[in-house]
């Protein structure tokens, strides 16, 4: 599964606090970036968490 994070995301690093393992805080861009093409598979239920409690709908998953 590929996730993709939107123009919507407003950084406010829920997702960055919830996995960090999968997602980062891009200082520059201000809002989190992925940090992976393919997620790892001990990674998926988590980053399904993660876009499912992001606030503003800016975590897409692919390829489900």
Excluded: H, W
């Excluded at 970036?33 to 876009?51: H, L």
């Amino acid at each position: 599964m590929k996730v993709i994070i939107t123009k919507a995301c407003m950084g406010d690093r829920n997702c960055n606090d919830l996995c960090p393992e999968v997602f980062e805080y891009d200082e520059d861009e201000l809002k989190s970036t992925v940090k992976f093409e393919e997620i790892p598979e001990q990674y998926k239920e988590v980053t399904r968490r993660a876009a499912a409690e992001c606030g503003a709908e800016a975590i897409e998953i692919e390829g489900e």
